[in-house]
């Protein structure tokens, strides 16, 4: 089935927190039309609900509010929203490092969050990996939605070392959801936390993955879902740590990105170098924004 797409850009206040709005009709085929609702958050860094434990005060955003929000966008839009997360949800605050370290044999406490709003798939961030083996693969466990990374590989098969993407079927509609983090972490953490692993580039990780989907899924829509900022950020011979916008640019196939990492909103619409357009938001972090498409 053939997508066409028409993009309009807005931004809005919505219940406390400011969100990124883009209305988008997906026209499946001749007869019939789709209208979806993408929510992604990333960086929450473990503000999840409305007080700050390390300040002792209120915060602003958090899972909290969104929770009241994407309730509202359910009821309106039924089973044609998609819920996304992207990474850097471990650590923050001190509610992350209480289930992270101490209080070890319960589900980790973002995985219970996830869970209780009902996302539909979740990315790594590169302070997801920095808690090591032992939390991030517990917490992979303890969710109910896939945690995506189809750029890190396990050395040991030379295969992701969790799944690479997901397939959403919502509305009607056949949905990707490709997932990846910045290659940067041998830049920031020791081997020892994440060995067995490699990170590759999200570029080339990207150029693989998306003819697999189009040739194995023939989806409707293809979201990427990167843990990496605009642009900048380490440069190394081998690394760039920020590759959200040469993605959007040199891989043809996608149809919106979200991304994170540097902690900056943005919200954009890219026409790549085969001519297409491709709608890119970053909700900045702590939930205080949230993408909305």
Known sequence: MNTKWMLTLAVGILVGYTAHASNQTIKVNKNKEINLKVIATTDVHGCFFPYDFIKGGPMKGTLTRVSTYINRLRKEYGDRVIMLENGDILQGQPVCYYTNFIKTKEPNIAAKVVNYLKYDAQAFGNHDIETGHN??????????????????????????????????????????????????????????????????????????????????EHPDVIIGLFHSGWEGGITTLDVHEDEAKDVARQVDGFDMIIFGHDHCRRDTIVTNNYGHKVLCLDPSNNAINVADA
């Open 135 to 216: 939390v991030y693969d517990k917490w992979v466990k303890d969710l109910n939605c896939p945690v995506l990374g189809a750029n890190i590989i396990n050395t040991a098969t030379g295969l992701p070392y969790t799944k690479p993407y997901t397939i959403l079927h919502k509305g009607g509609a056949k949905v990707a959801v490709l997932g990846m983090l910045t290659a940067a972490i041998p830049n920031w953490l020791n081997e020892s936390i994440w060995q067995g692993l490699r990170f590759e580039s999200i570029v080339s990780s990207s150029k693989k993955w998306i003819d697999i989907i189009k040739k194995k």
